[in-house]
């Protein structure tokens, strides 16, 4: 009995460290099997586009290992990249990888000029997270209702020509934030309210327009609609 008892102890402890790796360390092996929502291109003229954000609050050293902030039910950040005629670019994002930060893709768009503008940081209060209806719960960049938006522009707007039948990068850019959560704790005579999510300092640091590291990752993916895009990387 000691003996089956102590195999199920093994066996669980193995079972436990294999959810870990595989949820934790292997998000961008995960993106390419299981492909997130990844259509194949559409056309002989459809193209696929990656963003690349790093943010890092205090604590942090804003390295791709760090604990990364996440898109999740009460805040998240999301770049926004227009095209030629305004449009806003509406992005699915891969998170908690070891390799990069939040990887953000489209796919199936139109070729022409793509401007990164900056980034949106949306934020829900305690309040409106807890009476916002189920439904509405997916925080994809694109919500209004329930939510508070903040916009923090590049101080130079980057722009890219995303040519037909390509798969490209706009780049990859790291941030620096706080929250208003951390001045309630650096002072406690202030008076808190249900902002504690508000960002209240956001500063890039660095702009690495030219960064591929995603299309570098997107060659391990072994989901066929990700294949069928690496054939149109500009890295082949």
Known sequence: MKKRSMVQKVLLAML?????????????LMAGLLGFDVAPPATSDSSLLFVELVAYTEGQRGTVDDDVVEVNFTSGFFPVVVDESGKEVPFSVIEGMTEAGLVFYKENLEPGIYTLQGIRYLWMTDYAFMNSPIRDMEFDGQRTDWVERQFFALDEPVSMELKAGSADSIGRYKAY????????EKNPNMSVEDDENKAVLFRIESAEPENKMTLQLMKKWTYEPWQLWNIRSVLR
């Open 16 to 28: 436990l460290v294999w959810i870990i790796f595989t949820f934790s360390s292997c998000a961008s």
């Open 177 to 184: 934030f706080e929250l208003m959560s951390d001045q309630y």
